[in-house]
């Protein structure tokens, strides 16, 4: 473990009449049953946004339709809620992390099976923000009704707005398919029972290159065949090409694919790309792709990006930049300009060497 790599992403949508995400009834509206959508104030102007568990559902759920995941059974104790914190068997567990504390098997110091208390959480590998409007975002009130019925009909409303949307996210590779066991908040990822059967089943022991005993003696991590690790990572960044979701989908149907992407693997956790695109205009509505930005970036995490950065626009959308981003590619040997599904594609070839 030389570098300790992370894939870093940055992702645009584009969305029309859309109504995402939901924030519960509206106190705005005339009507007694409206829902008003979620957003945020900055410098005095309004910007919609979808939640990050929003966006890690959709993620979560095209994993499952699209690769097939076997999710993890959720299970509700009172007003509690858990996961079977099982990464061995569920991949969802093991990229998107959890936290569960039951009554388990275990086993004692002298390796007998007992059960007793156990308190596991796992930090998720993948990260991601919200879904935010670059530029501010004025809804509209849609007033729509129930008339199928006998009698007068039943007016219900919702807000609805356009907006292009960013977010980022990132992907720790090496603590996917690795699983510490050391007590420690955040890092007792598994039971000893289940420690025993990865180990079983062909997971083996790897050094932690940080945690050291009170000897000087590196702890032990719990990694999982490269197969598999390879495998979770990648369909992970390839879902991106299908993820689908959103509230209102039955009316306000909205395409949540990128239709601008940047993908690059780098040694840091910093997340380099948040600001390459602005907003400007008398409302800030008018949203652009700053190029300069991005060179920038390019130049200042030079010696942190490992292999290519692949950036995929969908024809349609910032066209105008077409020919400035071609000219990267001239002033950059590791940048390549791509379709969407072609920058995932390459970016995920790539990952493979590197894992």
Known sequence: MNDLLKTQGFILIDVDVVALNNAGKSTQSNFDNAVSTKRIYKDGKSYVYVSGQAWRYWWRDTLQKTFNWNLSPITRDNKIAFTAADPIQYADDDIFGYMRAAKELDLDEDGSVKTKNVTVTRISPLRNSVLVSVGAVHTVENWSSMARQDDDSVP????????????????????????????????????????????????????????????????????????????????????????????????????????????????????????????????????????????????????????????????????????????????????????????????????????
């Open 156 to 355: 219900y409303g919702k807000q609805e707005y356009s907006a292009i949307m960013k977010g980022m996210f990132s992907l720790d590779l090496e603590q996917a398919g690795t699983f510490a066991t050391y007590n420690k908040t955040g890092f007792k990822n598994l039971t000893e029972v289940l420690k025993k059967q990865a180990i079983e089943n062909g997971a083996i022991e790897i050094n932690d290159p940080f945690m050291k005993d009170v000897k000087g003696n590196p702890y032990k991590l719990i990694r999982i065949s490269p197969e598999i690790r390879e495998k979770r990572i990648v369909e992970t960044i390839l879902a991106l090409k299908n993820i689908s979701g959103g509230a209102m989908q039955t009316s306000n149907m909205g395409d949540v694919t990128p239709k601008f992407i940047v993908l690059s693997t780098l040694n840091t956790g910093n997340h380099p790309f948040s600001h390459i695109v602005s907003a400007s205009g008398r409302n800030n509505d008018i949203v652009d792709l700053n190029i300069d930005a991005l060179k920038e970036v390019l130049n200042d995490y030079k010696d942190n990006i490992r292999g290519n950065v692949f950036i995929g626009r969908r024809s349609g959308f910032f066209d105008n930049k077409a020919d400035a981003l071609k000219t990267l590619e001239e002033e950059f040997q590791n940048v390549k300009i791509l379709t969407v599904n072609e920058a995932i594609d390459q970016y995920t070839e790539q990952l493979k060497k590197q894992l």
